[in-house]
């Protein structure tokens, strides 16, 4: 059951950029840590960023291209995607959780709620 609702996907062309954000569905979730995973057709969801502890995480595949923040009046955070390649494209899913220890924060299944996910599409 999705806990959390993203918003801000679509098609854009190479070199593009695109928003992306997250916020709770329901009620207000208890959570130490916030993520975005994507996954593309026939490959495993992987990690593209977190938030945890005052510290944010990137993979290298978007290092220096997206920046991750918060909006803690509105429970929210979002993905800010530029320069964006077609090898980008995946649907993107935010994820938080409770109890996510430091090793774990690339890890899917660290995290209790998720999403129901975002398209992104990135053509040349």
């Known amino acids: 059951q999705e806990q959390l609702a993203e918003s801000g996907g679509g098609l854009v062309q190479a070199g593009g950029a695109l928003r992306l954000s997250c916020a709770p569905s329901g009620r207000t979730l208890s959570r130490n840590a916030m993520g975005w995973f994507r996954q593309a057709p026939g490959q495993e969801r992987e990690f593209v960023s977190a938030?945890?502890?005052?510290?944010?995480y990137y993979a290298d595949s978007v290092k220096g291209r997206f920046t991750m923040s918060r909006d803690n009046a509105k429970n929210t955070f979002s993905l800010q995607m530029n320069d964006l390649k077609t090898e980008d494209t995946a649907v993107y899913y935010c994820a938080a959780g409770p109890g996510v220890i430091l090793s774990r924060i690339r890890t899917p299944d660290a995290y209790a709620y998720w999403g129901q996910g975002t398209q992104v599409t990135v053509s040349s």
């Open positions: 938030f945890r502890m005052g510290h944010t």
